[in-house]
């Protein structure tokens, strides 16, 4: 057990099209969307250089399980991505992400936006949603949440 360790985080919203990005206060207060990365070659490092423009301590990214906790299509997708940016100076955490796209998606629709009006930005608020979960999940238990994504090198 751990208490709760002060810094910037990073979230990831990992999708086929785009990745959201979202960060938190040093507090651990708020998450807050900062950016949606069009999903192509540039993706991870432009993930990586917004970490470091934020000066962030660790990097928490979205493992889409299926609601048995099953992996998915896209778990795979997730986890290949959380191996690039663990690449990276940052730890990577994988996080339990399911149901985050749709409360991303319920949320949108209670400030009355039309769902096809939030693509750009729904992965933007699924990575608030999820970086939220994990830093009121470590705040609460005092554990780290979810599981480290062991450095490419660190591979056995």
Known sequence: MTSF????RVGVDVGKARVGVAR??????????????????????????IADELAAIEIVV???LNLRG????STADSREFATALAAGDLP???????????TAHSQLRSSGRKQRDTRGIVDQVAAVVLLQQAIDTEKRSGALPGFPVPRPQESV
Not at 27 to 40: F, N, S
Not at 70 to 73: L, S
Request: glycine residues 6%.
């Open 5 to 8: 360790r002060r810094g910037v």
């Open 24 to 49: 938190c206060d040093p507090d651990g207060m708020l998450a807050t969307p900062v950016e949606t990365v069009p999903r192509d070659e540039l993706s991870v490092s432009r993930v990586l250089a």
């Open 62 to 64: 979205g493992l889409p």
């Open 70 to 73: 099953e992996d998915t299509p």
């Open 92 to 102: 990577v955490r994988l996080i339990d992400e399911r149901l985050t796209t749709v």
